[in-house]
Structure formats: structure tokens, C-alpha cells
């Protein structure tokens, strides 16, 4: 069975701002990157792959146990109009997927070498929360991006609501976004 099309996340969202904002002319040239920062990048890629790979394992260990399928009502209702089996997927697996997409959406303008569409960050940076086992390798992810903190909502695990913890708001209903 073919895996659901992913959500939409941050990254892509920003990847649609991106293309839609056009390019710089033809002429243009990205700008070489010194050994230091070249280095850096060569981590951070590195890591996300890492990061990617230990995350789709637990795609396909989510997916054994039954908690893959749709995962948005929409996607849910579009496998149900193709005769396609439309289990709604568990809140774990969305994030993983989310997570997955988002990281994608940094590695792929690197990987063409695109300084203009790169992003200045992966748009998670923490892990699923039933993944706290990852928390390292997201630590170091910080310290590869310091000055970025993702698109996530930025709650506080001692300050966030049962109804937070799978995206019900922060403090006061609130979830800020860093942009």
C-alpha cells in the first residue's frame, strides 16, 4: 500500500512563499561558502539524515502496528473516494511524518547547492514527543543552527496543558511561532 501524501507543514509552506516570490536572474551565482561554514553545513546534513533516518523507522514500526494511514481528514476522504483503505494515522506517526517532510524541505535546496532557497533552518527543532530517545541528536542540531528555533510552537513542557501536548495551544491558548 502506498503511503498517504504527507501534511503540510512549515517547510512547505515556506517552500510555496519561496517559488512564489520568483528568483534571481540567471546570471546570478550563489555565494561560495567559506571551509568553516562548509564544514558546518556538511554536519547539519549529516545529522538530519541521521535524524531522518532514526525517524522513519519509526514510520515503519508505527505503520506495523496500524497507526499509519491519512493524515488529514481531507487526505483521509480523498483515499476513501479512490477505494483506498482511510484509516485516520495516530497523532505519533503525523508528527514523525511532519518532522520527515520538514527536514526534506532544508536537505533538498542544499543538496542542488541553492543558497537562495535554502532555509535558514529545519522547521522542528525538537523531537516527536514519544521520541524523547532523539533529544540528543536535537541538541546538537541546535548548537549546528544557533541563532534559529524552528516554526514549532515554543511551549514549555512544565507549562503546557494536556490539550497542548497534541497541539491545542500554549499559555493562555496561545502558540507563538518564530519566523
Known amino acids: 500500500m502506498a503511503a498517504p501524501p504527507l501534511p503540510?507543514?512549515?517547510?512547505?509552506?515556506?517552500a510555496a512563499a519561496a517559488s512564489q516570490q520568483g528568483s534571481a536572474s540567471p546570471s546570478a551565482h550563489p555565494t561560495p561558502q567559506s571551509p568553516g561554514s562548509h564544514s558546518r553545513e556538511q554536519q547539519r546534513v549529516a545529522l538530519l539524515l541521521d535524524i531522518n533516518t532514526d525517524m522513519l523507522h519509526e514510520v515503519n514500526r508505527l505503520q506495523a502496528?496500524?497507526?499509519?494511514?491519512?493524515?488529514?481528514?481531507q487526505i483521509q476522504a480523498q483515499m476513501k473516494a479512490a477505494g483506498q483503505p482511510a484509516d485516520l494515522a495516530s497523532e505519533e506517526y503525523t508528527q514523525v511524518l511532519r518532522r520527515v517532510q520538514a527536514n526534506l524541505g532544508y536537505l533538498m535546496p542544499v543538496?542542488?547547492?541553492?543558497?537562495?532557497?535554502?532555509?535558514?533552518?529545519p522547521?522542528?527543532?525538537s523531537p516527536p514527543a514519544h521520541m524523547p530517545q532523539l533529544q540528543p541528536k536535537f541538541d546538537q542540531l541546535r548548537e549546528l543552527f544557533p541563532d534559529w528555533q524552528g516554526f514549532e510552537p515554543r511551549v514549555s513542557q512544565s507549562s503546557m496543558s494536556p490539550g497542548a501536548a497534541h497541539g491545542g495551544g500554549g499559555v493562555n491558548g496561545t502558540t507563538p511561532m518564530q519566523a
Request: proline fraction near 10%.
Open 123 to 125: 522547521a522542528y527543532m
Open 8 to 14: 503540510r507543514s512549515p517547510a512547505n509552506q515556506q
Open 111 to 121: 543538496a542542488q547547492n541553492d543558497a537562495q532557497k535554502t532555509p535558514r533552518g
Open 65 to 73: 502496528e496500524g497507526k499509519g494511514g491519512a493524515t488529514t481528514p
